[in-house]
């Protein structure tokens, strides 16, 4: 098997995926872009967070386009959308999209949550990490 089945595969066996949409929009994205030269485990894992939802996957699918049309061979590009993302959004989101920035940069997440953190992103927050440990184990 490919890195991109046994990734599929670990996380579907440790029941990552919330629903057969989360799951669908997964693989999607696995198909399309894990042979790209800017694809990364830490690109998985945002794939893997942004698959949660229809909204974050188009957003997701919006800006992985543009770097396929422009022949992109990392993430930098990926990544000052992510801080341009992160401080446009007030909201409890903006939390997600820190979650995001530090898989692309390879680095710990310090999951201190805000007190004032809805139930649903840390919900999010974890399974993400959950999935992050995951994908590191592939």
């Known amino acids: ?25 997964f693989v999607e994205l696995m198909d399309c872009y894990s042979d790209a030269p800017f694809f990364t485990p830490g690109l998985c894992k945002c794939m893997y967070l942004s698959a949660w939802d229809e909204v974050h996957f188009c957003i997701m699918l919006e800006v992985l386009n543009e770097m396929s049309l422009g022949r992109e061979s990392d993430t930098k590009e ?55 440990a995951v994908i590191d184990a592939v």
């Open 1 to 25: 098997m490919s890195w991109k089945e046994d990734c599929f595969y670990a996380l579907d066996q440790a029941k990552m995926f919330e629903n057969s949409g989360h799951r669908t929009r």
């Open 78 to 132: 990926m990544r000052i959308k992510g801080d341009a993302l992160e401080e446009e959004t007030q909201t409890a989101e903006q939390y997600v999209y820190k979650l995001s920035n530090a898989f692309l940069d390879d680095v710990p997440f310090d999951a201190k949550e805000p007190a004032d953190l809805p139930e649903d992103i840390r919900y999010i927050v974890r399974r993400a990490l959950m999935a992050a």
